[in-house]
């Protein structure tokens, strides 16, 4: 591990070097607040340790004296093409320059994949680049590998509403915010959707995109809603597509209705979607509280425990996420619940982001996590306080304790300035009444590792635990019947556990880096599919997120990847409507494997 100077002049360097280069357009630098960027680059430096190999590219073009890579072959002169850095969000990732180009259209994107197959290269649509799990492109990546990225963020962010039939077909480019804020605008909105704004619509429906809810007691659910995930509001999608009779890649609308469009509602990256049209509903007023009083002790209480249980909000309100800060007693708990006109004492919210607290890093933050990764991560012990106490100061010196709004304001609620961790993540379907009993059972665990992991003065995990809980992704909750989920969403029904109702979404995050985090990690990945299974429930990876572990890494379990994880899309599935059948229709209209990455040739071969 690089030690703090080293990073610290490796920031330095990166800084200089980015400036100099002059290359940063103004939307990096909107994207990169003063004093962030000196911050998340000294994290990657001391985690990753490999800064000084780090000098990103921005849009250096074929021609230019920069370009370290000779340019792909042959490619259509027409479509800007330039070298670019691919970074992900908890910049576990970092490729210095890669073949990146921006389609105008469609039919450019056609023009990209056919170049693509006929010079033997792979394409990677690219979004914000938040994921975490390597779907996208290898970290060992370099711009002599034989991939061009897809950015579809410059121009692929067309989109229509129908207002009547409440439908939005959008581009797969546009962010989340951007989406939303035009349903908003059309009287539209959805039940959940993932926290931040700063996704693409591509990327959050190839993993399946979620947030949290379930019905309340007596909630009647509108029309055009779900409480799955949102690649469960797909009515139809047009995808870049081999045509066998053609003999070239063409696109093609599938329309949700027909069963092969199963495979694409969530398809890992293994498939380029242009455009999707989504069912979605009147918008709604939510009210969003926070509580910092509750105990875990209470909260994750066994089952049947009377109090402020997790359970007894899921039953009020029906959307609750518990944020649990490591070494503190009182988690964050959020609860939304559904509030046409506005609570007494709520303050009315016009716009999205209401915690800014939680989404810039204090000097001190800094300093904690500088100690943790330059050799004493016990300092994680102070970590967990400091974010909570940042937190419960934050709520109420915003007043954001309790807030009142449209859906979106309240729905979006994390910046990309966030402290950047890496996570692991799991779905785990149940019959709702064992939600609780699942809490307490996982907490229980998790702290006893925790305590342990301590006596050994070891400290895996800095960062807190989130929970929330959703429905699963019946397609009866667009108004379709006979029509089945997404045969690769962590949320596709179980038919022969009907009585399989909800998911509960397991994290934990920590500082990327962070000795001993894998082997925690893997730890809690073979206790959830030990603990969760059989009749009571079962697991499933959260795509996005870490899985697969082993002692050293993420994704890399040969066993989990090969074999566990397609079971989990097997077990209790037809066997013409499964994980099988997915690979078979994905593998069907992209035999070139234009769409796929070293990650993708292992889980979908
Ligand atoms: C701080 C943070 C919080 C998050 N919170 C949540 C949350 O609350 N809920 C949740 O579900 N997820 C959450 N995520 C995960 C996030 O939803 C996924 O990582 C999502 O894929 C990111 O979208 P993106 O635009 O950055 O996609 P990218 O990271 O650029 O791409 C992700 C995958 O999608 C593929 N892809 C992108 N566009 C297309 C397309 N047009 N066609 C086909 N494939 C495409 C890519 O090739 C890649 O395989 C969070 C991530 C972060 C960093």
Request: glycine share 6%; proline share 6%; aromatic share 10%.
């Amino acid at each position: 591990m690089l030690m703090w100077n080293a990073g610290k002049e490796a920031v330095a360097d990166l800084v200089t070097a980015s400036a100099s280069a002059g290359k940063i357009s103004d939307k990096q630098r909107a994207d990169a607040p003063d004093a962030g960027i000196g911050r998340r680059a000294f994290m990657s430096a001391a985690t990753a340790g490999m800064l000084t190999a780090w000098l990103p590219a921005f849009r250096v073009s074929p021609s230019s004296a920069q370009a370290t890579c000779a340019p792909p072959p042959n490619f259509p002169s027409t479509i800007a093409l330039y070298q670019e850095a691919y970074e992900n969000w908890s910049q576990e990732i970092q490729i210095s320059s890669l073949w990146t180009c921006a389609p105008q259209n469609p039919s450019e994107v056609l023009q990209v994949v056919e170049w693509a197959r006929h010079n033997n290269y792979q394409v990677r649509p690219k979004g914000r680049m938040h994921n975490w799990s390597p779907l996208t492109v290898a970290a060992s990546a370099t711009c002599s590998t034989n991939v061009v990225l897809v950015d579809t963020t410059q121009y692929l962010t067309a989109y229509s509403i129908d207002a009547t039939a409440m439908t939005v077909t959008a581009q797969t480019g546009i962010t989340m915010e951007a989406l939303l804020t035009a349903l908003e605008q059309a009287g539209l909105g959805v039940t959940a959707t993932p926290a931040p704004g700063d996704l693409t619509l591509g990327g959050v429906l190839a993993i399946d995109g979620h947030g949290t809810a379930v019905p309340a007691t007596g909630e009647q659910k509108l029309a055009g809603h779900t409480y799955g995930s949102l690649s469960n509001l797909i009515l139809s999608l047009t995808a870049v597509v081999w045509d066998a009779a053609s003999g070239q890649y063409g696109l093609r609308t599938f329309q949700r209705t027909d069963p092969q469009c199963q495979a694409f509602l969530a398809h890992l990256g293994r498939a380029f979607i242009v455009e999707a049209t989504l069912q979605v509903g009147l918008n709604q007023r939510l009210h969003c509280q926070s509580w910092f009083d509750i105990p875990a002790t209470e909260l994750f209480a066994p089952a049947g425990s009377s109090g402020r249980t997790f359970a007894s909000y899921l039953d009020s309100a029906g959307r609750v996420e518990a944020i649990w800060f490591p070494f503190t007693t009182t988690p964050w708990l959020k609860v939304w619940s559904v509030s046409p006109s506005q609570p007494l004492f709520s303050r009315e919210v016009t716009a999205p982001y209401n915690y800014p607290f939680s989404d810039s890093i204090s000097q001190e933050m800094v300093d904690v996590v500088e100690q943790i990764l330059s050799g004493d991560p016990s300092a994680a012990t102070q970590l967990g306080p400091l974010q909570f106490d940042i937190v419960a100061a934050g709520l109420v010196f915003t007043v954001s304790f309790d807030l009142w709004g449209w859906s979106k304001n309240l729905l979006l609620y994390i910046k990309p300035t966030t402290l950047r961790v890496t996570a692991n993540g799991y779905a785990v379907l149940m019959n709702r009444s064992n939600v609780q009993r699942a809490l307490h059972e996982f907490v229980t665990f998790y702290q006893n590792r925790v305590a342990a992991y301590q006596a050994n003065g070891d400290y895996p995990m800095n960062g807190p635990v989130e929970i929330r809980v959703t429905g699963l992704d019946n397609a009866g909750d667009i108004g379709l019947s006979d029509v089945g989920a997404g045969q690769l969403s962590a949320l596709r029904p179980r038919p022969d556990h009907p009585e399989w109702d909800v998911a509960v979404w397991f994290d934990i995050l920590t500082v990327p880096g962070t000795p001993t985090a894998n082997q925690f990690y893997r730890e809690i990945e073979q206790w959830l599919l030990t603990n969760y299974s059989g009749s009571y429930a079962m697991v499933r990876p959260e795509w996005s997120k870490g899985w697969g572990y082993t002692d050293t890494a993420a994704w890399s379990d040969t066993t989990m990847v090969s074999s566990m994880i397609p079971d989990a899309y097997r077990t209790g599935q037809p066997a013409s409507d499964n994980w099988d059948t997915a690979r078979t229709t994905l593998n069907q209209y992209d035999p070139y494997r234009v769409f796929a990455s070293p990650l993708l040739d292992s889980l979908l071969p």
